[in-house]
């Protein structure tokens, strides 16, 4: 859905350009932001390598595992109708985990994993389950502890301070998550 409105917007933008004779202004356009993306990604490439160099030592030394089965016994209350040794649980503490040090990219196959795993315990195989929309929940808001891309970033423009955004990082992350939580038990009832 979001894919098809951004192609929309992307054609609908560079049919405007053309029709109001402004094709040199679309042509520059298309060709600075696919350099300044070339840029972006260079740049930010090896702090994300180092991370998940990180996260990978850490599952090579059993570091996630442990870790993991600690935060499965936390999650276990928000997720009652999952078992209690299930192998969801080790899939969302992981992604909660890869979230928590602003790894996406290797939060993303975890959470798949997840979600897998959690439909392989729904009744109704059509629609999401409780345990489904509360572990999108809280994997939509995200704790980051280390907001690793934006830390990037800031480098990357040259900040004084990259890591000043840590702490409102990890004050509004908390926030939204409980606030999303909540909110997610609230309707939980009325389904």
Wanted: aromatic share 8%.
């Amino acid at each position: 859905m979001v894919n098809r409105l951004w192609t929309y917007f992307i054609i609908i933008g560079i049919l405007y350009g053309l029709l109001t004779g402004h094709s040199m202004a679309v042509n520059e356009t298309i060709l600075k932001s696919a350099k300044s993306s070339l840029e972006v990604f260079i740049q930010i490439f090896p702090v994300i390598a180092l991370w998940l160099g990180i996260m990978n030592i850490a599952t090579q030394s059993g570091l996630l595992d442990k870790l993991a089965k600690l935060l499965s016994h936390l999650l276990h209350p928000l997720f009652p109708d999952v078992p209690k040794n299930h192998r969801a649980f080790g899939y969302m503490s992981s992604n909660i985990i890869a979230n928590m040090f602003g790894l996406g990219s290797a939060a993303t196959p975890f959470g798949l994993k997840a979600m897998t795993s959690l439909q392989e315990l729904n009744c109704n195989k059509k629609v999401a389950s409780k345990s489904m929309l509360t572990f999108t929940t809280l994997n939509t808001a995200a704790i980051t502890i280390i907001p690793t891309t934006l830390i990037a970033l800031r480098i990357m423009y040259g900040s004084i301070d990259p890591t000043k955004t840590v702490l409102v990082t990890l004050l509004s992350t908390v926030m939204a998550t409980i606030f999303s939580l909540i909110l997610d038990k609230i309707l939980a009832r009325r389904l």
